[in-house]
């Protein structure tokens, strides 16, 4: 396999923007499907039975549906080396518009389904940039007149040409994220395929979504009628795989069949600002070290791969960033939502995000470069989220911190 230098072909390029979607054919071998099933399947039985909650992304639904983060083994790597020699130089173009920024890999998992899974809420994994500002308490500034004590016109006008800088960064800059859902078996429709809403990765179709659910979630028929687009069932066969924009209306159908359905799962993402929403499902000890341009990997210094023998084996040891049962509920928590908000007593400084507006903690030496760049604070500089809670009232961080 040759590094990557393909360009990418114009016409999937185009289905993949326009449509949020397209599905490659015989991507991977059946011998090699073959053998990440078998090590998916027994890694995912082991990990449960061991109650190894700390091995599973939060997409779990009871004994039915699971997701399994995945090591470096034989069968995983020859996967990603497949999946980045084929749709390589396609994620690069859409991520990031042939501009050459580094393309990282943000989620490596498997998801089986059982018989008995329920069909999920029709969603898209992150929000759509202008929909996700729109969706924030930011408010553009009102002038009121200098002797009431309010803002002067002048810094009214200041203040929404920042606030529009930012509209405009979080629209236009928001990192793009695309996941590959690879069939290690064939996909019949009793099996719970992946349904697509074609084109509904749109700021209109994102509003849609807000303006007709409850917290952003529909079924089926709701989706349907809603979007006035028919879904498509992705019935792949094994070796085949469905890669979607994660702005893409999609769901995980019920598997009323007596066979499981697993797919291995990646995602990637561009330069920009971290979007809100995915599940980000990867082991700690891999995230910020898989970049599309260092593929394909080398088969050396491998972990190991499960056998029927003796499949705990091939798990990782548990560590102490990951946790298990209530801990691991927790941290994984803090993946999604952010670090701790500290104690306030021991806050040296804060800086005041340009987006969300809420103060977060900085050791004092860091305020003045942290608000120094074009677009001021934003959260994501220094581990928060935008939809993190403040933790205390300004007044009393006024107070502390003088």
């Not at 499949?311 to 691991?328: R, V």
Request: hydrophobic share 40%; proline share 5%.
């Amino acid at each position: 396999m040759a590094p990557l230098c393909a360009a990418a072909d114009p016409a999937q390029l185009e289905q993949l923007l326009q449509q949020g979607y397209i599905i490659l054919r015989d991507v991977l071998d059946v011998d090699a499907c073959d053998r990440l099933r078998q090590h998916v399947l027994l890694s995912t039985d082991a990990a449960a039975k061991q109650g190894r909650n700390d091995l599973f992304g939060n997409i779990q639904e009871a004994d039915n549906r699971h997701d399994l983060k995945l090591t470096l083994c034989a069968p995983v790597v020859d996967a990603l080396n497949g999946f980045v020699d084929r749709c390589g130089p396609l994620l690069e173009e859409a991520t990031c518009a042939g501009g050459g920024g580094r393309v990282r890999i943000v989620e490596l998992a498997a998801i089986t389904s059982n018989k008995g899974a329920v069909a999920q809420p029709v969603h898209a994994d992150t929000m759509h940039g202008v929909t996700r500002f729109l969706q924030s308490d930011v408010q553009l500034a009102t002038a009121s007149p200098e002797a009431d004590g309010g803002e002067s016109e002048d810094e009214a006008e200041d203040r929404n040409e920042d606030l529009g800088a930012i509209v405009r960064a979080v629209a236009t800059d928001t990192a793009l994220i695309y996941t590959c859902l690879l069939a290690l078996q064939d996909v019949s429709s009793e099996m719970g395929p992946t349904h697509v809403w074609p084109a509904t990765n749109t700021v209109e179709h994102h509003a849609t979504l807000w303006s007709t659910s409850v917290g952003g979630k529909l079924n089926v028929e709701e989706a349907d009628k809603a979007f006035g687009i028919e879904h498509s069932k992705m019935l792949l066969a094994k070796g085949d795989l469905v890669l979607y924009d994660s702005r893409t209306m999609h769901c995980g159908g019920a598997n009323s069949s007596a066979e499981r359905r697993s797919v291995f799962c990646v995602s990637t993402m561009g330069p920009g600002i971290r979007p809100d929403g995915t599940t980000w499902t990867m082991l700690r000890s891999l995230r910020n070290r898989l970049l599309i341009s260092d593929f394909p990997l080398s088969d050396q210094s491998l972990a190991p791969t499960a056998t029927v023998e003796d499949a705990a084996a091939a798990l990782p040891p548990e560590q102490s960033s990951e946790g298990t049962g209530g801990a691991n509920a927790r941290q994984e928590a803090e993946v999604q939502e952010g670090r701790p908000v500290p104690p306030l007593e021991e806050w040296a400084a804060a800086v005041q995000c340009s987006w969300c507006r809420r103060w977060r903690p900085c050791a004092a030496e860091e305020a003045p470069k942290l608000t120094s760049g074009e677009h001021g604070f934003l959260c994501k500089s220094i581990g928060f989220t935008c939809t993190q809670e403040q933790g205390f009232s300004t007044e009393a961080i006024d107070a502390i911190l003088g």
